[in-house]
């Protein structure tokens, strides 16, 4: 949006014209809004969310052969019949893309770093939808939070990521909680929350 703005102001200083500008609310109302949030409930929301979480998720990845390569990089692809079927599971168990592709990556964190109870940063847009005109409001409004995930192997699929997804459902119920004011709220050492362990 911003760009689009720079490019109207160059396009009409060019052409000599008045630019066409798109009415925004300024990033102040943000802030208001922020404001007014309920800091004691995000507080219990977040130590809820870590109580007992202690240790940071460990990643332990074998170091590449020829370290001068850096790491290999792979797309995967999934085949149209494939996407199919997943999407069709989804409906059926009643979650979204994106929870499968969350317990995806939790799993994959769970194996790698050999613990049952992980977590990981999930970035959020921290467009609240409450407030007028957000989608056309310029400034820095996303944030990056704490996902807290207990994989639990010898729950049912469909019911394990039900559960998944309300919890970053409820998550997002306090997306606009600053990363360091969460920290507080952890029993996490000083900067261990929203940095990477390998």
């Excluded at 400034?139 to 639990?152: C, D, K």
Aim: charged residues 25%; positive net charge; glycine residues 8%.
């Amino acid at each position: 949006q911003l760009v689009g703005e720079v490019l109207e102001r160059y396009r009409a200083a060019v052409t000599g014209t008045a630019p066409t500008l798109v009415e925004r609310r300024p990033f102040r109302a943000l802030l208001a809004w922020l404001a007014r949030q309920d800091g004691a409930a995000a507080e219990a929301y977040w130590r809820e969310a870590l109580d007992g979480f202690h240790t940071p998720s460990r990643i332990v990845v074998p170091r590449p052969a020829d370290p001068d390569r850096g790491a290999p990089e792979q797309d995967l692809v999934l085949p149209a019949t494939l996407y199919a079927r997943l999407q069709a599971w989804s409906r059926q168990a009643q979650v979204t893309p994106s929870t499968i592709v969350t317990a995806a990556w939790a799993n994959l964190i769970r194996a790698y770093a050999g613990t049952d109870d992980v977590l990981f940063g999930v970035t959020v847009a921290g467009r609240p939808a409450e407030l007028d005109g957000y989608d056309r409001m310029i400034g820095p409004f996303i944030n990056t939070l704490p996902l807290r995930v207990r994989v639990e192997a010898g729950a049912p699929l469909d019911t394990w990521m039900r559960g998944l997804q309300r919890d970053h459902a409820r998550m997002r119920e306090y997306e606009y909680s600053r990363l360091v004011d969460i920290q507080r709220c952890s029993e996490l050492p000083a900067g261990k929350i929203g940095r990477a362990h390998v």
